[in-house]
């Protein structure tokens, strides 16, 4: 049974800094991807970043240059490192893996005040 355990969440002002860990178990593939949506209230949810075993990464315009993804491939692990928080970045953080199917982890509040 695959299961993503996310950490790391919480309050923070703005123009401050988050780091996000996300620990996969019970994983018996390959991992092709390893990264984070969020959801804002009354918002859909949407893509924040990835990364594959290589280290090649994608991230949404609206983070760029503010977050960076990281991953421990030994540890099935992957981290978000959330610098220059700003109120819009408010959201419920999900962790996700896909190997043959994507799993998603419960989420983690993130909010920022202004």
């Known amino acids: 049974q695959v299961q993503l355990v996310e950490s790391g969440g919480g309050l923070v002002q703005a123009g401050g800094s988050l780091r996000l860990s996300c620990a996969a178990s019970g994983i018996r593939s390959s991992i092709d991807v390893m990264g984070w949506s969020r959801q804002a209230p009354g918002k859909q949810r949407e893509f924040v970043a990835n990364?594959?075993?290589?280290?090649?990464?994608n991230y949404a315009g609206s983070v760029k240059g503010r977050f960076t993804i990281s991953s421990d491939n030994a540890k099935n692990t992957v981290y978000l490192q959330m610098n220059s928080l700003k109120p819009e970045d408010t959201a419920v953080y999900y962790c996700?893996?896909?190997?043959?199917?994507?799993?998603w982890g419960q989420g983690t509040q993130v909010t920022v005040s202004s």
């Open positions: 996700t893996v896909t190997t043959s199917a994507t799993y």
């Open positions: 990364i594959i075993p290589g280290g090649g990464t």
